[in-house]
């Protein structure tokens, strides 16, 4: 039985597990989850993840959220001796590390500045632009003390993937971040050296760059945290 992925077309974290299961030539099915209609937010979608949060992974009946534990979860299942998820253990926690970094704090700062003002009714703020320059310094750091080609070592893993989509909703805003030259380097080579997998982060960066444009309207959503933008 095909992997089913209940995701977003626009969605850092679903772009990131779409990317891993090409690249690993995974066959999988894509159900679109939708957002403006709350469909993460019903009971139904909650007996699959309790935290209503997207993506989730469907493996004949074994729901799994969490980007990254999904990526950790089909390179071990399907393709354990994958690079994508090194098996050396110092390697491994590098990966890990970065998959970490970007959960706990480079998507958190950055996505609260780029994608959070786009879809609710939030503003970018002097705060949040100080915390977006710092997570870019930190990961530039990790960068340069590395010394790789990639995020963790010297070839793709499923590190580069959410790290690499955080950093497209700055270009998707068009947030110059040109001064950080080892990502902004690290990001560019993706892009010419992996086309196929920056066609999936393309199309939602044209998404979220229409979006911006055209805020949506998500009365329907009752989202229990967020404040919906009010619609004229």
Same mark, same amino acid.
């Given at each position: ?59 004949? %009946? +074994? ?6 534990? @999904? ?7 399907? =393709?354990?001796?994958? #690079? !994508? ?88 805003? %068009? +947030? ?6 080892? @990502? ?7 892009? =010419?050296?992996?086309? #196929? !997998? ?35």
């Amino acid at each position: 039985m095909a992997l089913k992925l209940y995701g977003v077309s626009d969605g850092p974290p679903s772009l990131s597990v779409r990317q891993a299961l090409k690249w690993l030539n995974i066959p999988f099915e894509l159900i679109n989850v939708d957002f403006g209609k709350g469909e993460h937010m019903t009971p139904k979608y909650a007996q699959m993840n309790p935290q209503k949060e997207i993506p989730v992974l469907d493996d004949d %009946g +074994f729901f799994l959220g969490e980007s990254n534990a @999904i990526l950790q979860y089909i390179c071990d299942k399907f =393709k354990p001796t994958s #690079e !994508l998820y090194p098996q050396d253990p110092k390697l491994r926690a590098i990966v890990n590390h970065r998959l970490c970094f970007n959960l706990s704090t480079y998507y958190a700062n950055i996505s609260a500045y780029t994608m959070a003002p786009i879809f609710f009714d939030y503003e970018r703020t002097d705060l949040g632009l100080k915390k977006v320059k710092m997570a870019l310094d930190v990961f530039e750091t990790y960068l340069s003390k590395l010394g790789t080609s990639h995020v963790a070592c010297d070839h793709l893993t499923i590190a580069d993937f959410p790290l690499f989509n955080s950093t497209m909703t700055l270009e998707a805003i %068009g +947030f110059d971040f040109s001064k950080y030259t080892k @990502i902004y380097n690290w990001y560019i080579n993706f892009k =010419k050296n992996y086309p #196929e !997998l920056w066609k999936i982060s393309e199309d939602a960066m044209k998404e979220i760059q229409h979006f911006a444009s055209n805020p949506p309207d998500l009365r329907n959503l009752n989202h229990p945290i967020h404040p919906i933008r009010k619609v004229n």
